[in-house]
């Protein structure tokens, strides 16, 4: 059902945007507050962005590398640096969410073929022991015939009948 699952991936989405939202403004607000914060957390990813995206336009629009790219100021900073930190926490918890998943069903992956290859086990040794039955018996089965034989030749019975069908 494909119609479906494309409003629930969309209100997924939207749902980590407001997630993203609260942890951005609490980034904001401390590198307000803290400017060492500010200059060692916030704003080396704010500037690497900046150099990307100034850098990718210039590409895209034909103009050549740019010679000098302008900093950007304490607000921009702030701002992208903030988002950029909050939507890498999302990204992390989501991945963090996956690996978990898939470690999960790994484990569980295993136990099922753990619990297979004891069944399998099992099996084969219960065909073991019944081969080793059936061995016995047949063993059993030639010592009643040779014995009834032996008591029809006595008493001086001629058997007629085919020994293949025995």
Same mark, same amino acid.
């Given at each position: !059902? ?7 991936? *969309? ?5 980590? *945007? ?10 904001? @607000?401390?590198? *307000?507050?803290? /400017? ?23 590409? !895209? ?8 790219? &302008? &900093? ?6 702030? /701002? ?6 909050? /939507? ?21 992956? @295993? ?24 061995? @016995? ?30």
């Amino acid at each position: !059902m494909v119609v479906g699952v494309f409003p629930l991936g *969309k209100l997924a989405l939207l749902g980590i *945007k407001h997630i993203s939202k609260p942890i951005s403004n609490l980034i904001k @607000r401390t590198a *307000k507050k803290n /400017e060492s914060f500010k200059s060692l957390v916030v704003s080396p990813p704010a500037r690497l962005y900046h150099v990307i995206d100034v850098r990718s336009k210039m590409w !895209m629009l034909g103009l050549g590398q740019p010679r000098f790219i &302008p &900093p950007l100021n304490d607000a921009m900073k702030i /701002e992208m640096g903030s988002d950029i930190l909050g /939507e890498m926490c999302i990204f992390l918890i989501g991945a963090t969410l996956i690996i978990a998943e898939f470690s999960r069903q790994a484990k569980n992956d @295993r136990i099922k073929q753990q619990k297979q290859k004891a069944h399998r086990e099992q099996l084969e040794e219960r065909i073991g022991d019944l081969v080793n039955k059936v061995s @016995r018996q047949e063993m059993v089965i030639n010592q009643l015939r040779t014995m009834v034989r032996r008591r029809d030749s006595d008493r001086g019975y001629s058997d007629t009948r085919d020994p293949e069908c025995n």
